[in-house]
Nanobody
């Protein structure tokens, strides 16, 4: 069974940076689109970013575009989310997930993903 384990969250001040990591225990990591979602208290889970199997295609939510960067290292079965210029509204639990869809830009909905990590908390203070 595939396991996704996120790390790298924490408490930071507005304007700071964090890098989230997600390690995938599966043998076929490089075959899948990977994504990051987040969920704030009382809100629905929302799309943050996705990356194609080779890393050549990426997609971002408008709210994080130009501040966040998704990347992956298939040799390490790891996907990253570099978050810069963090804002209080970025506060949420961040989840990584594995998708069976073929295109990162199409995989913007939770229903496109079949495996999820347990999440890592990101808190941004003002």
């Amino acid at each position: 069974q595939v396991q996704l384990v996120e790390s790298g969250g924490g408490l930071v001040q507005a304007g700071a940076s964090l890098r989230l990591l997600c390690v995938d225990s599966g043998r076929t990591f490089s075959n899948y689109v990977m994504g990051w979602f987040r969920q704030a208290p009382g809100k629905e889970r929302e799309f943050v970013a996705a990356i194609g199997w080779s890393g050549g295609s990426t997609a971002y939510a408008d709210s994080v575009k130009d501040r966040f960067t998704i990347s992956r290292d298939n040799a390490k079965n790891t996907v990253y989310l570099q978050m810069n210029s963090l804002k209080p509204e970025d506060t949420a639990i961040y989840y990584c997930a594995r998708s069976t869809w073929r295109q990162a830009n199409s995989a913007r909905f939770p229903s496109a993903y079949i495996s999820w990590g347990q999440g890592t908390q990101v808190t941004v203070s003002s």
